[in-house]
């Protein structure tokens, strides 16, 4: 639980929130925050991939970058249990909700 505290006390409260389907603005470690199903973890994604989509709760999943990391410095993500690469579709981004 303490690790937990630690990691959220970093993060900013101004941070925007993204959505599945986005591109990745920065490469970097991102909290991600699924819906009561799942606790909060972290994932390395890389700039200009599509944010993933969560296996269970879809389109819910946000994320909240936690810390950037130089490009070439992160292993780009891969399809998890819990977090599914985002379908490539000819649409440049989902709609808004």
């Given amino acids: 639980m303490e690790k937990l505290r630690r990691i959220t006390q970093g993060k900013k409260v101004n941070e925007p929130k993204y959505k599945p389907g986005y591109p ?38 946000r994320f909240t970058l936690f810390r950037p990391v130089k490009d070439g410095r992160g292993v780009p993500f891969r399809n998890t249990a819990i977090l599914e690469a985002y379908p490539d579709q000819h649409e440049s981004f989902p709609k808004a909700s």
Avoid: D, W
């Fill in 24 to 61: 990745v603005p920065r490469s970097g470690i991102y909290c991600v925050e699924h819906r009561p199903h799942r606790l909060m973890h972290m994932a390395t994604l890389i700039a200009n991939m599509r944010f993933p989509r969560c296996k269970q709760c879809g389109e819910a999943v």
